[in-house]
């Protein structure tokens, strides 16, 4: 792998430029680590020391978030970062299968990156996708219902740099084009693909289907303006929930207002 190059000045000045974004200049430091890895391949000292000295904290304090978070590598990373989701629902769906072959495939182990320097291959935890079982992400875009064939024949096109799409995303970029975006810096893509798949609209469908509606926001502001005496008299109307609320009020009670009523 080769080594990275130092960080420019213009680096420098994006990174202050990301600082200053916010009222507390440390709540930049996510997209400032992105940026170092955008830059660099991973979170390399210099990344970490210029991020500190950017936001008058201590290298100890940038190097406790980087080492947090597992989208911050301390290893460099290849052109495409493979993740293939293992969590439970994926893994009894195929996601096991489709990690082994994948080693198999590439010849790498679990955060390995191939010999070409190309894919990086990682298990991750669940995606919140598993309407999509099983999932694996590139550069933290979804592939869905992958297969063991599809998701190799996904990793071998990317290797010969044929263009590949996400299954609900935007064409796939390199890893280090990726971080540049999620430190901030759009490349105008947002808005490419499908934004939503079948799967996440099922429960649209069932609602225009049914005609199901959710109250507008002022039925909702006077639902929650009602007093407790409303919820009292709703609950009234079915003694299960007159029950709850009643151990409810009690166990709010106060160690004073339980002494005043004794
Ligand atoms: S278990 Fe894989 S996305 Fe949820």
């Known amino acids: 792998m080769s ?125 919140a996708a598993c309407d999509y079982a099983p999932v694996m992400m590139v550069n933290w875009e979804f592939m869905d219902n992958m297969t063991p064939g599809s998701a190799v024949q996904v990793v071998d096109d990317l290797r010969e740099g044929k263009p590949v799409a996400s299954t609900r995303g935007p064409r796939l970029c390199t890893w280090r084009e990726a971080e540049r975006v999620l430190a901030g810096f759009p490349d105008g893509r947002v808005d490419e693909g499908p934004g939503a798949g079948h799967a996440s609209l099922v429960g649209v469908a069932l609602a225009r289907e049914n005609s199901w509606s959710a109250p507008s926001a002022d039925q909702r502001t006077e639902s929650l303006g009602a007093g407790a005496g409303d919820a009292v008299e709703e609950a009234d109307s079915n003694p299960a929930e007159a029950a709850a609320v009643d151990e409810s009020s009690s166990a709010t009670e106060t160690g004073a207002e339980k002494d005043e009523a004794k």
Do not use: W
């Not at 916010?22 to 997209?31: A, D, E, N, T, V």
């Not at 000292?45 to 980087?66: F, K, M, N, T």
């Not at 495939?105 to 990682?122: F, P």
């Open 3 to 127: 080594s990275h190059a130092a960080l420019s000045d213009k680096t420098y000045a994006e990174l202050a430029e990301i600082a200053a974004r916010y009222p507390q200049p440390r709540s930049g430091l996510l997209p400032m680590l992105h940026l170092v890895q955008s830059e660099q391949g991973r979170i390399t000292p210099e990344g970490i020391e210029a991020c500190a000295r950017i936001l008058d904290i201590s290298a100890a304090e940038v190097s406790g978030v980087a080492t947090f978070y597992t989208m911050y590598k301390r290893k460099p990373v290849g052109d495409y970062l493979v993740g293939v989701c293992t969590n439970t629902l994926c893994a009894v769906m195929g996601g096991d299968a489709i990690f082994e072959r994948l080693k198999e495939h590439l010849d790498v182990g679990n955060d390995e990156t191939t010999a070409d320097g190309k894919i990086t291959l990682e298990h991750v935890e669940c995606n």
